[in-house]
Nanobody, 122 residues
Framework: QVQLVESGGGLVQAGGSLRLSCAANGRTFGYDAMGWFRQPPGKSREFVAAISWSNTTSYADSVKGRFTISRDNAKNTMYLQMNSLKPEDTAVYYC????????????????WGKGTLVTVSS
């Protein structure tokens, strides 16, 4: 069984930066894709970014050029560097593991983390 644990959320002013981390316990990343989703207050969960085992990446249009996803397979850890944050980025951010990026963007997820809250003040 895999346990995904997010960290790094918090309160930041608009224009600021945060780096989220996701650690996998119980199983290595292996060849699975890893990704981030978010759920803004009162809205549905949405795809943010994904990265394959070979470091191919995919981003939602709303975060392209501002967010960068990366992974360290040796540490079983994934990161999301978030720059130029906007109030509309406020959400609970979830880590996810899926067989591929295609699976990820279609919400075909094997494991979810419990989430970390990011609040961006204006």
């Amino acid at each position: 069984q895999v346990q995904l644990v997010e960290s790094g959320g918090g309160l930041v002013q608009a224009g600021g930066s945060l780096r989220l981390s996701c650690a996998a316990n119980g199983r290595t990343f292996g060849y699975d894709a890893m990704g981030w989703f978010r759920q803004p207050p009162g809205k549905s969960r949405e795809f943010v970014a994904a990265i394959s085992w070979s470091n191919t990446t995919s981003y939602a249009d709303s975060v392209k050029g501002r967010f960068t996803i990366s992974r360290d397979n040796a540490k079983n850890t994934m990161y999301l560097q978030m720059n130029s944050l906007k109030p509309e980025d406020t959400a609970v951010y979830y880590c996810a593991q899926a067989p591929s990026i295609a699976s990820m963007v279609n919400y075909d997820i094997n494991y979810w983390g419990k989430g970390t809250l990011v609040t961006v003040s204006s």
